[in-house]
């Protein structure tokens, strides 16, 4: 069973993309998969309620709202009974974030290629040293999330990235394709949609994998 945060202190950075991605993968895969939205947005649980309308069989994996403590009193019952659990918080420093990070195996860490928003990541770092003083299990990462196709703010986000202490930087980054909002709105992940965006299936089936490998070495 592996316990999977997307947050961080920033929104607008695509985090709920990432999470419903990663819970259609790994469904698709035949795991048990609860997906938590812990986004008072309600984003997840939007797009599960599009999929659960869209798909004769349903979403495949099973979603609940949780908030504030409730993300760890709540899961350190639920989440045995689940092979994974993917949990989709809000980009603040909230209450409920903190409650995902001290059951956490992973924390992915999505930025946006900007000078702007890469400098969140030094108070992320602080959530990740504090949680570890309670959780020492926890693997932090980050990756960059609506990268732009070309150009050099890639580059000098991921050097800020890998410079930044406690976290592991993925070179993966997921460039923003129309394919990831088109997806969105019908309710299916990318690997799903017809007709195929090659590209980014190739960028969300590398951070899939590079994510639960890494959950199996953590355990």
């Given at each position: 069973?592996s ?8 929104g ?7 999470a419903?991605?990663l819970?259609?993968m ?7 998969v ?7 947005q ?9 999929r ?20 760890r ?23 409920g974030q ?6 956490a195996?992973i ?10 928003d890469i ?5 992320v ?17 980050c ?11 890639n ?13 592991i930087?993925l070179d ?11 997806g969105a ?6 690997v ?8 980014a ?19």
């Open positions: 069973m316990i999977i945060v997307v947050g961080g202190t920033k607008g950075v695509g985090k709920t993309t990432l419903v991605n819970a259609v790994r469904s698709l895969a035949t795991k048990d609860l997906l938590v939205d812990a986004d008072e309600g984003s997840a649980s939007d797009f599960t309620e599009v659960n309308e869209a798909l004769e069989h349903g979403a495949g994996y099973t979603t609940i709202k949780l908030y504030g403590s409730a993300v009193s709540e899961l350190l019952r639920l989440a045995p009974k689940h092979d994974d659990v993917v949990i989709d918080v809000g980009g603040r420093d909230t209450a903190r409650a995902a990070l001290s059951i195996n924390y992915l860490i999505p930025i946006f290629p900007g000078s702007f400098w969140t990541l030094d108070p770092a602080q959530l990740v040293e504090e949680a570890r003083a309670f959780n020492g299990r926890i693997q932090a990462f990756l960059l999330n609506k990268a732009d196709p070309k150009g050099s703010d580059a000098e986000a991921a050097a800020i990235a890998q410079d930044t202490p406690g976290l930087y993966c980054p997921i460039v923003n394709r129309k394919a990831f909002r088109n709105a019908k309710g299916l992940g990318v799903e949609l017809k007709p195929c965006d090659s590209k299936v190739e960028e969300v089936e590398r951070l899939y994998n590079l994510v639960f490998d890494s959950v199996k070495l953590s355990k």
